[in-house]
């Protein structure tokens, strides 16, 4: 089944066959290591190991559910506008690098308990996955996608267990 997604829609991905996002996985206790933007219906920005990049979103089989789960925003959260502008200032980062030492270092918060307590904040223009998205929603709009946690800090988990977006296609069971 074909979802239509729209500009602004957020990507869970569950990758199958990938080392690091087995390890993401065991270590965050999230069904989801990877995080990706829809910029439309048929392309995503997100930030892989060789960089912030656009990519086609058919590399995400989004018609199955198992791998991929398709978020929208509430607009009692988000205006369509904030989206926008925030997705327009993530783009921007297109082909800045990828944070290895940041998610060393989350990583590392998470198995110590500190996650919460302590905010990774970096003054380069190097992303992991889930920061594409937190930083540019937290810098144009003041969004978090959970309360608790430092915008800095946020992972796919997080973006799973927000109660600020809804459902486009359904939760693996």
């Known amino acids: 089944m074909a979802i239509d997604i729209e500009r602004g829609d957020i990507l869970l991905v569950h990758s199958r066959y990938h080392l690091a996002g087995w390890l993401i996985r065991k270590i965050t206790k999230s069904y989801w290591n990877h995080v990706a933007w829809a910029v439309s219906h048929d392309a995503v920005i997100e930030s892989v ?33 904030q989206v926008d502008m925030s997705l327009d200032l993530a783009i921007t980062h297109l082909g800045d690098k990828y944070d290895f030492p940041k ?60 109660r600020k977006l809804f459902e486009v296609m359904p939760n693996p069971s």
């Open 49 to 81: 190991s060789s960089g912030v990049q656009l990519s086609p979103i058919t590399k995400y089989r989004y018609e199955d559910p198992k791998y991929v789960r398709v978020l929208r925003f509430y607009p009692d959260h988000i205006t369509r506008e």
């Open 103 to 162: 998610i060393l270092q989350l990583l590392w918060l998470m198995v110590i308990g500190m996650r919460r307590e302590l905010d990774l904040k970096d003054m380069d223009s190097r992303f992991i996955c889930s920061e594409l998205v937190a930083d540019p929603l937290f810098k144009v709009a003041k969004f978090l996608f959970v309360d608790d946690v430092p915008y800095e800090n946020t992972i796919p988990k997080d973006i799973d267990r927000s």
